[in-house]
């Protein structure tokens, strides 16, 4: 059997895996995986041709189950979810600037003014085991005075530590709040619901009868309220 010309050969090469890629093609929408059955928690399978829905098919042969017919209209799902990350990114962009800025200036400079107190601290704990040494005080006037300064010194330190631990969370909430707002402002200006919004915002959305929705948020700080 006469193999084709090389060219040939590899046109048709190219052929089938265009044809391969085109079958492992996978819709794409923006709540897949999302949704699931806020009775049954099984979840919601999208079905339709041109108008889709999400039904709960798990209870379809269970007249009695509360989620038995349950089912919502793709379109209508997704813009009652756009309409609530809407209200909650407008939420959102009309809270006052903390400014995480300032306090954290504050608070460093707070912590630079107590470090600088545990050195000098931490020099008269030298200098007067020196003075010890050289026989200058005795014993019991250098644990006395010994324990004085180490007294100050555990204040001193604990302070510190507190304001380290409340500059790190300043740090981390001016992180977290500069995420929201940033979320926030792309839910307004891209004016619809798409994967990548939701994959950011939201872990699942429960579908209940009566097209009541719960949302479990991927981000907590974005949900400023029920709406």
């Not at 897949?32 to 079905?47: D, E, N, T």
């Not at 799902?77 to 990114?89: C, G, H, R, T």
Request: charged share 25%; proline share 3%.
């Amino acid at each position: 059997m006469t193999s084709p010309p090389s060219g040939q050969a590899s046109q048709v090469q190219a052929a089938i895996r265009h044809v391969k890629s085109e079958k492992k093609k996978v819709a794409q929408y923006p709540l897949k995986g999302k949704v699931f059955c806020g009775c049954c928690f099984h979840g919601l399978q999208r079905i339709g041709k041109k108008g889709y829905r999400f039904a709960c098919t798990h209870s379809q042969v269970n007249e009695s189950a509360p989620c038995h017919g349950l089912a919502i209209s793709e379109q209508d799902l997704e813009n009652l979810l756009l309409k609530i990350l809407s209200k909650q990114a407008q939420a959102i962009l009309n809270l006052p600037d903390l400014s995480h800025t300032r306090r954290l200036d504050v608070e460093i400079a707070k912590q630079t003014e107590y470090g600088g107190q545990i050195e000098e601290y931490l020099d008269q704990k030298r200098l007067l085991y020196e003075r010890f040494l050289l026989k200058q005080i005795s014993l019991e006037d250098y644990t006395s005075q010994k324990a004085t300064v180490d007294r100050e010194l555990e204040r001193l330190r604990e302070l510190h530590t507190a304001l380290k631990v409340r500059t790190s969370q300043i740090q981390i909430d001016a992180k977290t709040q500069s995420a929201r707002t940033k979320l926030a402002q792309e839910v307004v200006e891209t004016g619809k619901l798409t994967a990548e919004l939701v994959d950011s915002l939201i872990d699942k959305v429960y579908i209940y009868p009566g097209n009541r929705v719960e949302i479990l948020w991927n981000m907590q700080d974005f949900c400023l309220g029920e709406f």
